[in-house]
T-cell receptor
C-alpha cells in the first residue's frame, strides 16, 4: 500500500492563480481531511469528508474548495491564491471518524504564493 | 484562548533523561485524545492514544485528567531518536474533527 499520497511536493504560485492539490489514499478509508500548518499555529483543519459525496468545512475554509467524488481522492482547490495561503498542506485519512483512532498523513505539499 | 495549549519549548535534555510534556484543552466535550510525533519537515504520525486510566507504551506514558482538562506525556530514558516535535491532539465537533496544539519541541543531546 502506498498509503496517503500528495502531489505536488512543492509549488510556487503567483497571487491570483488557481491550482489543485491532489490527495489520494489506497486504504479504503472513509474519512479524509485537509490541514494547513503554519509556524506557531499548529495544524488547522481546512475541510473534511466523512465519505464520498460528503464534505464539510473545518476551522479555516475560506479560499479553498473540496469535492469527494470517489473514496480514494480528495483534491483541494485554491480558487485565487493569496500570499496568506503560503503554508505546508497535509492531507490525512482514517478508517473511521477521528474519535476512533489514527489519522494517516500524507508527506505534505509546500506551497509558496508570491 | 487556544483550544489546545502546549509549551512550545524547546526542551533540551541529555540522553537518558526523563522529560514530561503538558497540554491543556478548553472544550470539555472533547472525547478522544492523542499524542502525535512530527519530525522536522515530515508529516505527523500517531505516537499513542491517551486513555482516562493512563496508558504506557514502552518508555512512553500518557495521562489524562478530564476534571482539569489536562493531558501529559512522559518519556523515560530519552534517546537521540526521540528528538522531534510532540503534538497534543483532541477531538472536537462531536468527534468529526481534530484540534492540534502547536507542539512541544524536544531535543535530546549527547
Amino acid at each position: 500500500n502506498a498509503g496517503v499520497t500528495q502531489t505536488p511536493k512543492f509549488q510556487v504560485l503567483k497571487t491570483g492563480q488557481s491550482m489543485t492539490l491532489q490527495c489520494a489514499q489506497d486504504m479504503n478509508h472513509e474519512y479524509m481531511s485537509w490541514y494547513r500548518q503554519d509556524p506557531g499555529m499548529g495544524l488547522r483543519l481546512i475541510h473534511y469528508s466523512v465519505g464520498a459525496g460528503i464534505t464539510d468545512q473545518g476551522e479555516v475554509p475560506n479560499g479553498y474548495n473540496v469535492s469527494r467524488s470517489t473514496t480514494e481522492d480528495f483534491p483541494l482547490r485554491l480558487l485565487s491564491a493569496a500570499p496568506s495561503q503560503t503554508s505546508v498542506y497535509f492531507c490525512a485519512s482514517s478508517d473511521g471518524l477521528p474519535i476512533s483512532g489514527e489519522q494517516f498523513f500524507g508527506p505534505g505539499t509546500r506551497l509558496t504564493v508570491l | 484562548r487556544k483550544e489546545v495549549e502546549q509549551d512550545p519549548g524547546p526542551f533540551n535534555v541529555p540522553e537518558g533523561a526523563t522529560v514530561a510534556f503538558n497540554c491543556t484543552y478548553s472544550n470539555s466535550a472533547s472525547q478522544s485524545f492523542f499524542w502525535y510525533r512530527q519530525d522536522c519537515r515530515k508529516e505527523p504520525k500517531l505516537l499513542m492514544s491517551v486513555y482516562s486510566s493512563g496508558n504506557e507504551d514502552g518508555r512512553f506514558t500518557a495521562q489524562l485528567n478530564r476534571a482539569s482538562q489536562y493531558i501529559s506525556l512522559l518519556i523515560r530514558d530519552s534517546k537521540l531518536s526521540d528528538s522531534a516535535t510532540y503534538l497534543c491532539v483532541v477531538t472536537t465537533g462531536g468527534g468529526n474533527k481534530l484540534t492540534f496544539g502547536t507542539g512541544t519541541q524536544l531535543k535530546v543531546e549527547l
